[in-house]
């Protein structure tokens, strides 16, 4: 029997939001269809993954660091079946399936090692007693995982908030449900994870703030827009619940004077094109230096020219569909806008039902939308720099902090000038769009809450501090 066994899908309660297909972006075909989750839902799953979390939380650490670990070992024993759906269901390319899947084994690998963690520390203290902090889980977290990279983006805080003693309803978004879901909920109850501790909840914008909202949950973990991470922070600070956000970008790729033309180029087409610019990470701005820039977008243009598009399940392909139309009239209508207002299209531009073509803008200003705003596609705006004074004040500009790329061949060089650009993550001589389980990962403005995700930020993430002290006898009263 296959690991993801649409019968098996719904493992606990039946959902009441109705169904809504499983569709593949590349075709249009209808994959498997799912049932999804009503608000009333998600209140019996907190109640359930209330009760389970109970006997979770004293499990011992070696019993949940086992769970996490055969988690790990099967994402890898199932690849092939799961690569399948990341390729069918979110129009991912093989290699980018790949990709998501050995982060999501590493995710796994890591949140074991959390378990095992030293939970507090001793405290000095003025009275005679025993004073000290324990980390213990926060109880049910919330997850609200995008389309995007599905599996990573759920993973990586299913498994730590699982490892570190919670109970988790995910809320994938669904019409990623099967890679962002389903396969987690398939893939942890082969693992042996206790029934109850995990329940995944497909369903709109209503069921993710039904989530948001439930008393018995104490963390929202959301990932996606800048505009709907808005809302989830309000909700959560009505409800008094920590939210961490993981938000948008429209991020920066600088290129110094000194940089090597086809090396720097290299990165920009993955920095920009990677999973068709579907990545908040995705080089939105590219910032080269005067020098350069004819060189460089006459490379860039080529290289986007030569990239080929098309159904990455059943062709090699470099890029495939955008996820849906909303996503495909989105990215249009940026380039076409842009063009009005004075851009120059110097590669892509067009479109074949939701295979987009990558596409190179030239001469961008800060009148052009596809510049200023993210896009979420394969666009690539190109603007030129003269100083580095220059280029600094353009790559902080803007209200995104996520994600920020330089290419110098004077390393030392670029670590400094990163140093004067506020971003979460920064990467000297390589693009911005990078990701590993040890890595702290989140941005600052409008890009998210600061890292919230990977390492020890999981701890803080996912853990109460609780202060205990204990006293031999009790002490009289003081005055």
């Known amino acids: 029997m296959p690991l993801l066994d649409p019968t098996l899908w719904q493992d606990g309660p039946t959902l009441t939001g109705g169904t809504a297909p499983v569709v593949e972006p590349a075709t249009g075909r209808t994959l498997a269809t799912l049932d999804l989750a009503a608000p009333a839902d998600v209140a019996e799953a907190a109640v359930r993954a209330q009760a389970a979390q109970r006997d979770w939380a004293r499990a ?8 996490l670990r055969r988690a790990g070992d099967l994402f890898a024993a199932h690849a092939d079946e799961l690569r399948d759906w990341l390729v069918r269901e979110s129009g991912s ?5 790949d990709f998501e899947l050995h982060v999501a084994a590493q995710e796994c ?8 963690r030293p939970a507090g520390q001793v405290l000095p203290s003025e009275a005679p007693r025993l004073s000290y902090t324990r980390r213990v889980p926060a ?14 983006l759920s993973i990586r805080s299913v498994a730590p908030a699982l490892a570190l003693g919670n109970a988790v309803l995910l809320k994938p978004d669904r019409r990623t449900a099967v890679c962002g879901g389903f396969a987690l909920a398939a893939v942890f109850a082969a693992a042996g994870l206790p029934a109850g501790l995990l329940h995944v909840l497909p369903g709109g914008a209503a069921t993710g703030a039904a989530v948001v909202a439930d008393p018995r949950v104490r963390v929202v973990s959301f990932t996606g827009s800048t505009a709907a991470g808005r809302s989830v922070g309000e909700l959560a600070g009505r409800h008094l619940k920590r939210a961490h956000l993981e938000l948008g970008g429209n991020l920066a790729l600088v290129v110094l004077a000194d940089a090597d033309v086809e090396a720097a180029v290299a990165q920009a087409s993955w920095g920009s094109f990677f999973h068709q610019g579907q990545i908040c990470m995705t080089a939105g701005r590219h910032l080269v230096h005067a020098s350069l820039y004819d060189e460089y977008v006459e490379r860039l243009a080529a290289r986007a020219d030569a990239l080929v598009v098309g159904d990455p399940y059943r062709e090699r392909v470099h890029l495939g569909p955008l996820l849906d139309a909303a996503q495909l009239e989105r990215v249009r209508r940026l380039v076409e806008e842009s063009v009005e207002r004075g851009a120059k299209l110097v590669a892509g531009g067009t479109h074949e039902g939701l295979f987009h073509r990558p596409t190179v803008l030239a001469a961008v200003s800060d ?14 705006p190109v603007r030129s720099f003269t100083t580095e004074e220059e280029a600094v004040e353009l790559a902080a500009a803007g209200p995104y902090g996520l994600s920020l790329g330089i290419v110098t061949r004077d390393a030392a060089h670029g670590l400094e000038l990163a140093e004067r650009i506020p971003t979460g993550i920064a990467h000297v001589n390589d693009q911005t769009v990078n990701d590993e389980a040890v890595a702290p990962f989140g941005g600052v403005g409008v890009s998210g809450t600061g890292a919230r995700f990977g390492g020890e930020a999981n701890l803080d993430a996912f853990t109460e501090l609780r202060w205990t002290t204990l006293r031999r006898t009790p002490p009289g009263h003081p005055f």
Do not use: C
Not at 60 to 67: G, L, N, P
Not at 109 to 116: G, P, R
Not at 367 to 378: Q, S
């Open 60 to 67: 011992t650490h070696v019993e949940r660091a086992a769970v």
């Open 93 to 97: 390319i093989p290699g980018k399936a």
């Open 109 to 116: 690998y890591e949140a074991a090692a959390l378990a095992s």
């Open 139 to 152: 109880g049910v977290v919330g997850v609200v995982a995008p389309f995007n990279a599905p599996l990573i």
């Open 367 to 380: 009148d052009t939308p596809a510049y200023t705003e993210e896009v979420f596609g394969p666009v690539a």
